[in-house]
């Protein structure tokens, strides 16, 4: 596909309206003079530096957890389809073939840990939350437009060789775990690089990523100069 296509298929998902991103005075100012955005990468938000509020050192990380309490793998009779071929797509320790005749699992468990974050990410809230606000500095970039905002950034991204990836709000979960049993009936993987561990539920947190078009491993964050996506704002100190 190719990129224009793609950023045509992303803008046409569902999209908040509005949302806001919250950062301090002397960074809106910043942002308000020399009308450059600074894009994070997920590889970059550790707690040691920007505190527990903000950073996370867990970001794209998820645990995929299969809880088995007694299930027979039967051929030809199978009493949950769904959970097989849940089960043979999503885990790599047990292989149990589709030709398995008999085969019991009994109280196990399974476990497969996911590092997916080599991503640009540009990180906004779905509310003005005040809470949150005075946690990220005090001064909020109001973006009113988000649709028309994202397809000014992504413009820019995709002549400095960034790809437009997903986009999406984030999952609060317990300990970034997906955990699933044998009596389920859908087995949905959720996106490493939206999962939240719930204590930062508060925060209503909508995300935007991008990749190196050549898959590079990201080791710095980026500036783009950006006004026309400034059309779209407003600013509060």
């Known amino acids: 596909m190719k990129r224009k296509e793609r950023v045509n298929m992303l803008l046409r998902l569902p999209l908040p309206k509005k949302v806001y991103k919250f950062m301090e005075p002397k960074r809106l100012k910043e942002l308000q003079g020399s009308k450059t955005f600074f894009i994070n990468h997920l590889n970059n938000y550790s707690e040691e530096k920007l505190g527990s509020e903000i950073g996370d050192n867990d970001e794209g990380r998820l645990n995929t957890k299969f809880n088995i309490g007694n299930y027979t793998f039967?051929?030809?009779?199978?009493?949950?389809?769904?959970?097989?071929?849940?089960?043979r797509s999503m885990q790599r320790g047990i292989h149990i073939g589709e030709e398995a005749n008999n085969v019991t699992l009994e109280n196990v468990v399974i476990e497969q840990n996911i590092d997916d974050n080599n991503y640009y990410v540009y990180c906004t809230s779905l509310e003005c939350d005040q809470k949150l606000k005075k946690e990220f500095g005090g001064a909020t970039l109001v973006i009113n437009d988000f649709q028309n905002f994202l397809l000014s950034i992504n413009r820019e991204m995709i002549k400095i060789g960034k790809q437009p990836y997903s986009f999406g709000a984030c999952e609060y979960v317990s300990k970034r775990e997906n955990v699933f049993t044998e009596f389920d009936s859908e087995f949905v993987m959720s996106l490493p690089f939206l999962i939240k561990e719930k204590r930062y539920g508060y925060q209503k947190?909508?995300?935007?990523?991008?990749?190196?078009?050549?898959?590079?491993?990201?080791?710095?964050?980026?500036?783009?100069?950006?006004p026309q996506a400034l059309e779209y704002c407003e600013f509060v100190f």
């Open 74 to 87: 039967n051929k030809g009779k199978p009493k949950n389809p769904i959970f097989e071929q849940a089960f």
């Open 205 to 226: 947190e909508f995300r935007v990523l991008w990749k190196n078009s050549d898959n590079e491993i990201i080791k710095a964050p980026l500036k783009l100069y950006c």
